[in-house]
């Protein structure tokens, strides 16, 4: 499966904690991006990271890739209750006749408690 | 500058049914993917549309039809509703006349469709 998948399905911590979710997928990419969703509504893209980068960083988020691995792991620092969210990773395939096609996992479900 | 829009927010079919759900993508994208995202799982790739021609598809039957206008903005079609056919859909846009923002997608809420 080209699918990303995530670990752990479900993640419960505390405010203020740091959240880790892990992502492995199975072939090679072109980039790897995460998105969160809130209570089964739209998907909103949180960060995109290429397969030639290996870190990047976009507020309270950290996102790491090791290809050799095949694996991504997302980072939530100081994490608040708004941040409660599903959160998915989706890989891009290095290859043309995708372009542009989202491959998802299942998600891991945050859930911040106040 | 309004993001992607999906119509309607909400829609209850009986099986056997005929479903239209319509997309505006982002302005200034050309682009549109939809999705399927049922219960509890990722979202799966139905088809993408650009230029007003389907470039890619998933696993999914004929009953999946899609079309896309001149202006962009798409609609998906599922004819013969089946039960199993109750999700979330997602529209996605992007613009793939820009190939380094191809890969940026926009998502809009999703159109909940219950089938009974």
């Known amino acids: 499966s080209q699918q990303g998948e995530e670990d752990p399905q479900a993640l419960s911590i505390q405010e203020g904690e740091n959240a880790t979710m892990n992502c492995s997928y199975k072939?090679?990419?072109?980039?790897l991006q995460w998105y969160r969703q809130n209570s089964g509504r739209g998907l909103v893209h949180l960060i995109l990271?290429?397969?030639?980068?290996r870190e990047k960083h976009s507020g309270r988020l950290r996102v790491t890739l090791d290809t050799s691995k095949k694996s991504s792991s997302l980072l939530i620092t100081a994490s608040r209750a708004a941040d409660t969210a599903s959160y998915f990773c989706?890989?891009?395939?290095?290859?043309?006749?995708?372009?542009?096609?989202?491959?998802f996992g299942r998600g891991t479900q945050l859930t911040v408690w106040p | 500058d309004a993001g992607v829009t999906q119509s309607p927010t909400h829609l209850i079919k009986t099986r056997g049914q005929q479903v239209t759900l319509r997309c505006s993508p982002k302005?200034?994208?050309?682009?549109v993917s939809w999705y399927q995202q049922a219960l509890g799982q990722g979202p799966q790739f139905i088809f993408q549309?650009?230029?007003?021609?389907?470039?890619q598809r998933g696993n999914f039957p004929d009953r999946f039809s899609g079309h896309q206008f001149p202006n962009y903005s798409s609609e998906l079609n599922v004819n013969a509703l089946l039960l199993g056919d109750s999700a979330l859909y997602l529209c996605?846009?992007?613009?793939?006349?820009?190939?380094?923002?191809?890969?940026?997608?926009?998502f809009g809420p999703g159109t909940r469709l219950t089938v009974t």
């Open positions: 996605a846009s992007s613009r793939r006349s820009e190939r380094v923002h191809v890969y940026e997608q926009y």
């Open positions: 072939t090679s990419i072109n980039n």
């Open positions: 990271i290429r397969s030639n980068e």
């Open positions: 989706a890989t891009v395939p290095d290859r043309g006749s995708t372009l542009g096609r989202l491959y």
């Open positions: 302005s200034g994208h050309d682009t």
């Open positions: 549309y650009y230029e007003e021609e389907e470039r």
